[in-house]
C-alpha cells in the first residue's frame, strides 16, 4: 500500500498551487455554476472567454463545491513565464498536496529527463485511479502556457486519464490540444464568452444579493443594457451603487467617463499601454467598428491590429465583430471613457478626424457610415449626396430607426426635393409612430403629376399603416378598399390588422401565409415583425396563448439578433409575449420581458402592444401586492391613450381598473369608473372599434351587477358580452364570460359548478392558468368543491391544473423562483391531450358530429367548437378524418 511522504514540497512550486480568495459577492450566475458541475464529470471542461468575465471566480466558486462533495481538487495557475521545468513540477505539487501523491520530492528536479515525464505522468495516473474517489485538477490562466513539453504533458493525463479524473481549464483562447477528438469521443465540453455573459435574469439575482430586494427590475434592466452582460462592468458598477442612497439615479447617470468605470479604465486599461496605442483609441472613439487600417489612417500608429488584439485579450474592452476579419468594436462604456478624453482635442482636429474617417468608409463601399462622418465633419452636400442613396436600401432591409435618424438630420426642404427617399421615409414615419410627418410625406408622393398606380398604392398602404397605428380601423378599411391576390403580399400587414379586428383572426394568418408564400422580394425585417406581431396577436385573443408565445418568441430572438434588446421590433414583440406568458402562468418572465422597454412602447408601438404591455404590468404589480403600482400603470395607459387620441386605450384602462376594483368588492369605485366607460361609447368615436369597446363595456356592467348581487343584471350584460365576443372570435374573452357566469349564483349550486369546470376544461385546453384567479379569485372554494364533485371530471378537468389554479387565486401568492421558464410550458406536443381531448377523439373515431357529441358531454356546441379547434392544432390535422389518422400513427389511438 502506497503511503504519503512526509517530504515538504519545493516553496517555488508551492506558491502557483494556490487558489485565489473566494468573492462571497462572486457574480457567476446558478445555472452557469450548475451546468459547470453536470460538466465537470466529462475528462475536460473548458472556460474560454475574454477578460473580465469571470473564469477564475468560477473555478474558485466550482472547487469549493466539490470539496464539499468529497472530491479531491488540486489548482494549478499558469504564467506566461512558466516551461516544464517550473509548470509540470508545479502541477505535480499541486496534485501531491490534494491527494497526498506518493512522489518524493526529488521527483520536482527530474522533470525534463529522458523517459522521466512520461513515468511521472503514468504514476499520477495509477495513483489517482487507485484512490477511487473523484480527483480534479483545475488550471487558471492556461493561454499562458506556451511551452509544448508542458502542453503535451496535460494532453497525456487527459488521454489516458482513468474514469475519476477530470481537468477544468479557464482560458482565453482555445486548448492547445486537439479538442475535436476529444468532443467526438463525448469527453470535452465548453463554455465561451456568451455562456458566461450575464442575462438579464443573472442581473436582477446578482444586483437584489448585493443590493437588497428592493432594486426594482427597471433599474436592473438598465443596468444591464449598459454593461451589455459583461461581469466586470457589473462588479465595478455595483461596488459604486453600494454608496448611494438613490440607486436609480445613479444607473441613470451612469457613464464611462466618471466615477468608479472610469478610474478603472484609466488605472487598469491605458496605464498598461504605450502612449501611441492610448492616442490611437482615443482618435478611433469616433467609429462605431475598428478597422485596423482605418485606425492607422487616424492616428499614424503601425502595429494598431496588435493593439487590438492585445486589448482583446487582456481587458475584454475590445470584441471582434461576428464575420469580419480583424474588424473590432469597443464596448459602449469603454467608448464613453475614450471619447471624453477625444474632447480635449482642438475643434478643428475632430472635424479633420471624421473627414478622414468619411473618405475612407467611402473608398470602401461603407456609404453610410461615410456619410455619417461627412455630417460631423461640416460636408453637408457630400453626406446628402451617399446617404440618399442608402435610405431605399435602408428601408427596403427595414432599418427603419436608422432611415429615421437620418431623416431628422436633413433638411425638410432636402426631403421635399429628393423623390428617391419620400416613400422610405414616409414608411419610417408610419412604423415608429410619426403619423403627420407620415402624412405629409404621402400628400407630398400624391401630389405629384407623374405618381405611377404602383407608387400610387404603396403610399396609400402607408396610409392604411398610418390608421392602424392610430386606431384608426374605419379610415385603415379605407385605404386598402380592394384586395388584389397579386398585389396581396404588398399590404398583407395591414388586411391583418384589419381581420383581427373585424372578427375574422384566422384570416391574419391567412394573410401572412400569402405575405411569406407569393412575395415578388425577401420580406423587410420590419415587415416580418409586424407580421409575427399580426399572427402572435391573433391567437392571444383567441384564447391560444401557447402559440402565440411561440410565435412571439421566435419573433423576439430575431428582433433581438438584428436590432438589439432595447429596440422597437424587441420591445413590440416583447409586449406580446409577455402578455402570453403571464396566461400561462410564468409571472415573473412576463415582468422581466418588459423591463426598460415600457418607454419604447409608449413612444411608438401599436394599440394592441401597449394594452397588453400595461394590462400585463397592471396585473403583475397587483399579485405582488402593490397596489399603487398597478393602479399607476393602468392610468399611464389611460394618459397614452388620452395624448394620442385613442379611446380603446382609455377604455382598456377603465374596463383593468374595474376589473381590480370588482376582485376587491369596491362598488363605489367601480360605479365612478362607469361613467368614463359610458363616456367613451356615447361619444361615438371609435372609429371602427364600436364592438370591441362594447365588449369592454359589457363586461365591466357585468362585474358592477355582480357586486350589487344583481344576477339578472349580470346574466343580461353577459349575454351582450358573449353575442360581441363570439362576432370578434375572442376565444379569452369567452372564457372570462363563462368563469362569471358561474359566479351569478347566490351559492356554488350544480349548475354554478358545471359552468366553471366548462370555464376550466376550455382554459386547460390552452394552458390559461390564470383564468380563474385574474376574473374570479373568490372561486378557491368553490374550486375546492369542483375538485370533489362530478362535473370536473366530466369536464375533464384534471386535478392537478385545479391546483395550479387554486394556487394563484390564493391571497399572497407568488411564484416559485424554481418553476420552470415559460419557454418550455407553451410548447405543444402532439401526445400532450387532456382527458376531455382524449375522449372527443374517441368520438370523432366513432364518426360523431359536432352535437351528437355536445349530447354526449351534456355542453353546448360551441365548447366542442372550441376542444375540436385545441385539439386540431395539437395533433397538426387540418381536420377531423386528419385528426383521427394522426392520432393513430402517433400510438395515440388504437
Known amino acids: ?41 466529462l475528462a475536460v471542461v473548458a472556460l474560454t472567454s475574454l477578460a473580465g468575465f469571470g473564469k477564475t471566480s468560477l473555478l474558485v466558486q466550482l472547487r469549493r463545491e466539490l470539496i464539499a462533495g468529497g472530491a479531491a481538487v488540486a489548482w494549478l495557475t499558469a504564467e506566461a513565464t512558466d516551461d516544464s521545468a517550473t509548470f509540470i513540477p508545479a502541477l505535480l505539487a499541486s496534485l501531491r498536496m490534494a491527494i ?15 523517459g522521466t515525464d512520461l513515468w511521472l505522468a ?8 487507485e484512490l477511487a474517489r473523484p480527483t480534479y485538477i483545475l488550471i487558471d490562466d492556461l493561454h499562458h502556457l506556451a511551452d509544448e513539453q508542458s502542453i503535451d504533458f496535460i494532453y497525456y493525463l487527459i488521454r489516458n486519464a482513468p474514469p475519476n479524473f477530470h481537468v477544468v481549464i479557464s482560458s482565453r483562447a482555445e486548448p492547445p490540444f486537439p479538442v475535436e477528438e476529444l ?13 458566461l455573459r450575464l442575462r438579464l435574469d443573472d442581473t436582477v439575482a446578482f444586483l437584489r444579493r448585493r443590493l437588497g430586494d428592493d432594486i426594482d427590475i427597471e433599474t436592473c434592466a438598465r443596468l444591464h443594457e449598459r454593461t451589455e452582460g459583461w461581469p466586470m462592468a457589473l462588479q465595478i458598477t455595483t461596488a459604486a451603487l453600494a454608496k448611494k442612497s438613490d440607486i436609480a439615479s445613479t444607473v441613470a447617470g451612469l457613464s464611462g467617463a466618471t466615477g468608479d468605470i472610469a478610474r478603472y479604465f484609466s488605472q487598469f486599461v491605458l496605464e498598461g499601454l504605450e502612449p501611441a496605442a492610448v492616442d490611437m483609441l482615443v482618435r478611433a472613439s469616433i467609429l462605431k467598428t475598428l478597422h485596423p487600417t482605418l485606425c492607422t489612417a487616424l492616428s499614424g500608429l503601425d502595429d494598431s491590429a496588435e493593439v487590438l488584439a492585445r486589448l482583446e485579450q487582456t481587458t475584454g474592452l475590445a470584441t471582434s465583430v461576428v464575420g469580419s476579419d480583424r474588424v473590432y468594436r469597443l464596448h459602449p462604456l469603454f467608448i464613453e471613457h475614450l471619447q471624453s478624453r477625444l474632447e480635449a482635442f482642438a475643434p478643428e482636429v475632430r472635424r479633420e478626424l471624421h473627414a478622414t474617417a468619411a473618405e475612407w468608409l467611402a473608398a470602401h463601399g461603407m456609404v453610410e457610415q461615410a456619410a455619417e462622418h461627412a455630417f460631423a465633419a461640416g460636408r453637408t452636400q457630400q453626406a446628402m449626396d451617399w446617404i440618399e442613396k442608402r435610405l431605399r436600401y435602408l428601408g ?40 403627420r410627418d407620415a402624412e405629409r410625406l404621402t400628400d407630398v408622393i400624391l401630389a405629384r403629376p407623374d405618381v405611377t398606380p404602383e407608387i400610387e398604392l404603396q403610399a396609400n398602404i402607408v396610409r392604411s399603416a398610418v390608421a392602424i397605428h392610430c386606431d384608426d380601423y374605419e379610415r ?37 401565409q400569402i405575405s411569406d408564400g407569393r412575395g415578388r422580394v425577401a420580406r423587410s425585417f420590419y415587415d416580418a415583425m409586424y407580421g409575427a406581431f399580426a399572427v402572435g396577436l391573433s391567437y392571444l385573443i383567441e384564447g391560444q396563448a401557447a402559440e402565440a408565445a411561440r410565435v412571439f418568441r421566435a419573433a423576439l430572438e430575431r428582433a433581438e439578433t438584428s436590432t438589439g434588446w432595447r429596440s422597437l421590433p424587441a420591445a413590440m414583440q416583447a409586449a406580446g409575449l409577455a402578455a402570453a406568458c403571464w396566461e400561462l402562468g410564468a409571472e415573473e418572465e412576463a415582468r422581466a420581458l418588459l423591463a426598460n422597454r415600457l418607454d419604447l412602447i409608449e413612444q411608438a408601438a401599436l394599440p394592441d402592444a401597449v394594452i397588453l404591455a400595461y394590462v400585463t404590468l397592471a396585473r403583475y404589480e397587483s399579485q405582488k401586492g402593490r397596489e399603487g403600482k398597478a393602479f399607476d400603470a393602468l392610468n399611464s395607459l389611460a394618459a397614452i391613450g388620452e395624448s394620442r387620441a385613442q379611446p380603446r386605450l382609455v377604455a382598456a384602462s377603465l374596463g383593468e381598473q374595474i376589473r381590480q376594483h370588482a376582485v376587491r368588492n369596491r362598488v363605489v369605485s367601480c360605479r365612478m369608473l362607469m361613467n368614463g366607460l359610458d363616456e367613451i361609447a356615447a361619444n361615438g368615436t371609435a372609429n371602427g ?92 372554494e368553490c374550486l375546492t368543491d369542483l375538485d370533489q364533485a362530478g362535473p370536473a371530471r366530466a369536464a375533464g378537468v384534471s386535478p392537478g391544473f385545479i391546483e395550479r389554479v387554486r394556487e394563484r387565486c390564493r391571497p399572497g401568492w407568488a411564484a416559485s423562483p424554481s418553476a420552470e421558464p415559460a419557454e418550455k410550458a407553451p410548447k405543444v406536443r402532439a401526445a400532450h391531450l387532456s382527458a376531455r381531448e382524449m375522449e372527443l377523439l374517441g368520438a370523432l373515431a366513432h364518426g360523431r358530429s359536432n352535437k351528437e357529441i355536445a349530447r354526449m358531454f351534456d355542453v353546448g356546441t360551441e365548447t366542442i367548437k372550441w376542444h375540436m379547434k385545441n385539439l386540431l392544432s395539437k395533433l397538426n390535422a387540418a381536420n377531423r378524418r386528419h385528426a383521427v389518422d394522426r392520432a393513430r400513427l402517433l400510438g395515440i389511438l388504437d
Open 100 to 114: 497526498g501523491l506518493d512522489l518524493p520530492a526529488r521527483s520536482f528536479d527530474q522533470v525534463g529527463q529522458v
Open 1 to 41: 500500500m502506497r503511503t504519503k511522504t512526509d517530504e515538504p514540497i519545493p516553496y517555488r512550486f508551492s506558491l502557483k498551487t494556490m487558489p485565489p480568495h473566494f468573492a462571497k459577492q462572486a457574480v457567476a450566475p446558478p445555472r452557469l455554476l450548475d451546468g459547470l458541475r453536470d460538466a465537470s464529470e
Open 476 to 512: 385603415a378599411r379605407g385605404c386598402v378598399e380592394s384586395y388584389d391576390p397579386e398585389l396581396g403580399p404588398l399590404y398583407c400587414n395591414s388586411l391583418s390588422f384589419i381581420a383581427i379586428h373585424s372578427g375574422f383572426p384566422e384570416r391574419a394568418r391567412h394573410y401572412q
Open 122 to 129: 503514468s504514476e499520477i495516473l495509477v495513483q489517482i485511479h
Open 396 to 435: 427596403v432591409q427595414g432599418r427603419i430607426v436608422e432611415v429615421l435618424a437620418w431623416l431628422d438630420r436633413l433638411p425638410p426642404e432636402e426631403i421635399t426635393r429628393r423623390e428617391g427617399i419620400q416613400l422610405t421615409a414616409a414608411w419610417a414615419c408610419a412604423l415608429c409612430y410619426r403619423p
Open 689 to 780: 372599434l364600436e364592438a370591441e369597446l362594447r365588449l369592454i363595456r359589457e363586461l365591466a356592467v357585468a362585474r358592477v351587477a355582480l357586486l350589487d348581487f344583481d344576477y339578472d343584471g349580470a346574466i343580461t350584460a353577459l349575454d351582450q358580452a358573449e353575442r360581441i365576443a363570439a362576432e370578434l372570435r375572442r376565444g379569452r374573452d369567452q372564457i372570462t364570460i363563462r368563469i362569471l357566469r358561474a359566479c351569478c349564483s347566490a351559492s356554488p349550486d350544480e349548475s354554478a359548478l358545471r359552468l366553471l369546470a366548462e370555464a376550466m376544461s376550455l382554459a386547460e385546453s390552452f394552458e390559461l392558468v390564470r383564468a380563474v384567479a385574474d376574473d374570479w379569485p373568490a372561486a378557491v
Open 183 to 195: 468532443h467526438a469521443h463525448g469527453l470535452y465540453a465548453q463554455f465561451g464568452t456568451e455562456d
